[in-house]
Each structure stands twice: as C-alpha cells, then as structure tokens.
C-alpha cells in the first residue's frame, strides 16, 4: 500500500486557480457586451474585435520570443487585452487601428515593463489612450445604433450643450417631462459609443458572473460608480444636487471602465483600504473630467492616472503583519 | 593625432550626451518636433560648447576653484548671447521656432557638464576636440530623434512626404510622443550596447 500521508509546509489551502483560469473567466464574462455591440453596430464591430485580439496575441508571440522569454500566449492575458482594447473602439473605425493599438497597448503598455504583473498601466487603456492621442477624428467618430450615420456620445452631446434639444438633462431642472425610454436606451445599448461599452445591461451580466464566482470584490468597482455618481448628482446641473447622475452612470465608458478595467489585479491595489481609496479616486476624477474638463468622457484617464497612484496607496494602506506593533 | 580622433569620436558614440549620459533633456525633449528646429538646436548648442570648452579650458589656472560655477556661466553665457544674437539677425524664423530653448542653452548641462567634468582639467587642444564631438553627438541625436518624431507625427521629413497615405500619429508631435521615442531609443541602444560586450 503507498503511503498516503503526505507531509508538507504550508500553506495547506489549495484552490483551483490559476491566472490564466481567472483570465479566460474574465473573457467569458466580456462575451454579453460584444455580442451586444457586435448586434448594435453590426459585423464591423466582429472584425475589429478579431483584428484587435490577433495582433494582441502576434505581439506577444513575437516580442517573447524576440527577447528570449517563455512564451505565455496561452494565459488570456494578451487575449484580454486585445478584446478590451477594440470595446474601447467605435463600430467602424478603418481596420488598422485595432491593430495599431493592440501592438503598442502589447508592447509598450506591457512588454516594455517585463510582461505580466510588472505594467503599472493597464494595457488596453495604454493603447486606447494612445490611439485617441494620435488620431483623435477617428476615436471620436462614433456611429448611431443599426446605422452607419455618424453620431456623437450622449456625454459629447451634453458636452456641446446640444443635449436640450435630443435628450434632456436641463430639462430636469426646468421641471419639463423626461423623454419616455432615454434610461431605457442607455441601458441596453442604442446610443453612439465604443463597441463594449455601449450596452450596459450586457456589462452588467458578465460583472455578475465575476462577483459570483468571486473574481472581483465590489470595492473598486462599486465606489467608483457611487463617487461618480455622487460627484455628478452634486455639480451636474446648474444648481446643487440637481444632476442627473443615473444619466452618468449609464453613458460613456463607465461601467466597463469601473467593472473590467480598474479591477485588473496587476494595476489596482492589494489592500481592501487601497482599492477603496482607488476606487474613489477613479470617481472623482472621471466626475471632474466630464463636468469640468475639456474631454466628453474620463474614465479611461482616471483610472490611468489611479493607476500611475497604486504604488503609494499600497505602501500607505499596508496590512497590520500580525503580531508586530 | 588619432588621441585627438579618438576625442572626439567619443562624443559621438561612447559618451553621446543624450543617449548614453542623458544629459540635456529639456531641449532635446523640446523642440525635436521638426528637423529643422533639431539641426538649428544642435549647431547653436555645439558652437557654444565649442567656445566654452576653448575658453575655459585657456583659462583653467585663472578661475578660483571655489567660484569656478559661476566664472562657468559667464562664460557659456557670452557665448549664447552671440549665438541668440546672430540667429536673430540671419535666420529669425529658426529662432521663432526655437523660442526660449536659445537662450536656455546657458544652463544646458551638456554644455556645464564638459565643462565641469573635461574642460577645467584638459589641454585646449583636447578641449577642442572634447567640444566638437559632443556637439556633433547632440546635434546626431537630435537628428534622429526629430527625424523620428516629424515623421511619425506629421507624415513629412524635412517638409516633404515621403509615404503617400501615410496617417499621421498626433501623439509624437506632442512632448508625450518625445519621451516615447527617446525611451525607446536609449533601450535600443542599450540593447546594441550590451550585445557588444
């Protein structure tokens, strides 16, 4: 008979996961909101999501066998990247951009620093924001739902002001009747936007399915919605306490932002304290950038910017080590 | 004669300020936007760092060491001044492009770092040589670095078009886009530099 008793260090608990397991649940759990925007914004929005995730896992390949590492292709990560990077897209924007982005989000937003777990940004918005840097007329060139019209973002609307006209938002203030369905259609998707941000119903699914299998704790992503939300309802209309906050939260890129984006484990902080103040963080500066900043949206530029902060509110929220004053 | 060579070689490749001491950023950082404004920036910067090399190194017995800083900048100023003033007479639209950076060469640390660091302990002549390499080294690397940036940011090298249809990426044209490029070439040449050895 063999021996069955093993004896061994600790740590006893063995659970079965890996990264690469979180990282391809972390895609399984994107799959609703591209479907969605692949159905909103047609089989475009397929193609560039495709063209996105190859030239992710390609840069990968390359760059690690360039520069003589194991080759880690299969672990989802580059994968993730990819797929996020073309939701940050809109629907019909020429087909070398995907490309362009996921080869610098690869390389420059995670190679450079030496691969997984060592990028202090997260990749896709490394990418995203350097697409929108470099060719801001095709970034912004959203198209309407079931159409190819070009169209703008609800929050670019608000932000020209043309938003009176369309859809209301003064109008609250002004005690007129809301347009019947806008929460409606900003819930399930028929504005103009990126691929996988538009449907929020469908983000909202797939961030179900982490916090039950308990891949995402709801420290970041749900402080984040609560600041912005606050901030907006506060400052967002003329008077005090007046903005339409569920307006916020549902347009623009928030709740993929706050959801997939600010929870990646390696640019967020370790600590339950840190990722509330990161989440916070993220939330107001996305609320100061769509009320008072120059952009329509901020939410890839917050949590780039909570991002660049993750190191110091780690060293600051550090955990008691038990025993030791 | 081949010391001397070899002096002045060094500044080019071995000890190039911008990619292997990293010294003077600001400016390269600044207006490496168009060829042109790196090629204007790198004749101005080595002509003074020719002349102060020159002069401080002729006059390295004279200088007290405890003063020796500012008698530095005197003398590096004085050789601005003449450069500001004679781009301002023959080529102004340089200078207008070139802006604040002209007369912030003073406090250029290539320009103090030589004469810190070479020009105070040399011979003239070796001086000399010191100077004009590293002025032909910033002047090569601003080259490459705005040859890089002019034509990924504006889709022209030295006003012409090289790629038709070619889609310019605004980012590098911006500072941004600058520290992008000049990371990625110090890695590069970090890379051949390594694999040398």
């Known amino acids: ?325 | 004669m081949k010391k001397l060579f070899h002096e002045f070689l060094k500044g080019v490749i071995k000890e190039n300020p911008t990619f292997v001491l990293v010294l003077g950023l600001c400016p390269t950082l600044a207006v490496s936007v168009s060829v042109m404004n790196g090629i204007g920036m790198g004749i101005a910067a080595s002509f003074v760092l020719l002349g102060s090399n020159i002069i401080i190194s002729l006059l390295k017995n004279f200088i007290p060491d405890r003063i020796r800083i500012p008698c530095f900048i005197v003398v590096i100023a004085t050789f601005v001044t003449i450069t500001e003033l004679t781009m301002k007479a023959y080529s102004p639209a340089l200078n207008r492009a070139l802006g604040i950076y002209v007369p912030l060469i003073v406090v250029n640390c290539i320009v103090l770092g030589r004469a810190e660091a070479y020009a105070q302990k040399a011979k003239v002549i070796n001086s000399l040589f010191d100077g004009l390499g590293m002025g032909v080294g910033f002047t090569l690397a601003l080259i490459l670095i705005s040859a890089i940036r002019e034509f990924l940011g504006t889709g022209k090298l030295m006003g012409y078009t090289p790629i038709k249809g070619f889609e310019p990426a605004f980012v590098f044209a911006l500072p941004s886009g600058a520290l992008l490029v000049i990371g990625l070439l110090l890695g590069f040449f970090n890379i051949l530099k390594n694999r040398k050895i």
């Not at chain 1, 995402?216 to 919605?225: A, L, M």
């Not at chain 1, 500066?285 to 901020?298: D, H, K, M, Q, S």
């Open chain 1, 1 to 325: 008979m063999r021996n069955r008793l093993i004896v061994n260090f600790s740590p006893h608990l063995h659970k079965d996961e890996s990264v690469s397991k979180i990282m391809w649940m972390v895609v399984i759990s994107l799959i609703p909101a591209g479907l969605a925007g692949v159905f909103i914004f047609g089989l475009n929005a397929l193609w560039l999501i495709i063209l996105g995730i190859v030239s992710a896992l390609f840069t990968e390949v390359a760059l690690q066998i360039l520069t003589k590492r194991k080759i880690t292709v299969l672990d989802g990560s580059a994968f993730i990247t990819g797929l996020l990077l073309a939701y940050n897209l809109p629907a019909h924007v020429p087909f070398w951009l995907p490309i362009v982005g996921s080869v610098f989000s690869v390389a420059i937003g995670k190679q450079v620093f030496g691969g997984l777990g060592q990028n202090i940004f997260n990749p896709a918005l490394v990418g995203r924001v350097f697409l929108m840097a470099s060719w801001p007329k095709y970034m912004t060139a959203f198209t309407k739902p079931f159409d190819t019209v070009t169209s703008a973002t609800p929050l670019a609307l608000l932000k020209e002001g043309k938003l009176i006209e369309n859809i209301s938002w003064l109008w609250l203030s002004e005690a007129k009747p809301l347009p019947s369905g806008l929460y409606l259609d900003l819930l399930l998707g028929k504005k103009g936007g990126c691929i996988g941000e538009v449907c929020i119903l469908a983000l909202l699914i797939g961030a179900a399915f982490l916090f039950i299998r308990g891949y995402i704790s709801w420290h970041i992503p749900i402080t984040y919605v609560f600041t912005a939300g606050l901030l907006t309802y506060m400052f967002g209309a003329k008077g005090l306490l007046q903005g339409d906050w569920l307006f916020h939260i549902l347009s623009g890129g928030l709740i993929l932002g706050a959801f997939f984006m600010a929870t990646d484990y390696v640019t967020s902080p370790l600590t339950r304290k840190g990722q509330i103040i990161f989440g916070i963080g993220c939330g107001i500066i996305t609320a100061v950038i769509r009320l008072w900043g120059g952009y329509p949206e901020g939410a890839s530029y917050a949590i780039l910017m909570m991002n660049a902060a993750t190191p110091i509110i780690d060293r600051y929220t550090k955990n008691r080590v038990y025993g030791i004053k």
